[in-house]
């Protein structure tokens, strides 16, 4: 199993991420919905099953979207989220985990959740 876990993996506390830290965590809707998403679930979640949560709030989910979603979590969003230390994301399964560490989000998330489109 292989998995890629940030630099401040010794971070705990809802008092480890800084405002900027969050507020650029929420700064990209498919980011945002990813978390959203990730903050219902107990448990590691496939990637593929996070990407089409994403590109069915996105309101496209074919193949090409869901391919060009799949590549902006990889080389975008997850590094970002895992930077930050609040997922976890297995290589060798493909998925994806919820850090206890994301908990100082959830405040913010149900801030931005209310003023979605």
């Keep these: 199993?292989?998995?890629?876990?940030?630099?401040?993996?010794?971070?705990?506390?809802?008092?480890?991420?800084?405002?900027?830290?969050?507020?650029?965590?929420?700064?990209?809707?498919?980011?945002r919905?990813?978390?959203y998403?990730?903050?219902?679930?107990?448990?590691?979640v496939a990637l593929e099953d996070l990407v089409a949560q994403v590109a069915l709030r996105d309101g496209e989910a074919s193949g090409t979207r869901v391919d060009a979603i799949t590549a902006g979590f990889r080389h975008n969003h997850l590094p970002k989220l895992i930077d930050a230390a609040v997922v976890r994301y297995d290589t060798d399964a493909g998925t994806v985990e919820r850090r206890p560490?994301?908990?100082a989000l959830?405040?913010?998330?149900?801030?931005?959740r209310r003023y979605e489109p």
């Design 1 to 31: 199993m292989t998995t890629e876990t940030s630099n401040a993996e010794s971070r705990t506390g809802t008092d480890s991420l800084q405002a900027n830290t969050i507020f650029e965590l929420l700064l990209d809707e498919q980011r």
């Design 33 to 35: 919905d990813a978390l």
């Design 37 to 44: 998403y990730l903050s219902g679930k107990v448990g590691a």
């Design 101 to 103: 560490e994301a908990a």
């Design 106 to 112: 959830d405040p913010f998330l149900q801030l931005a």
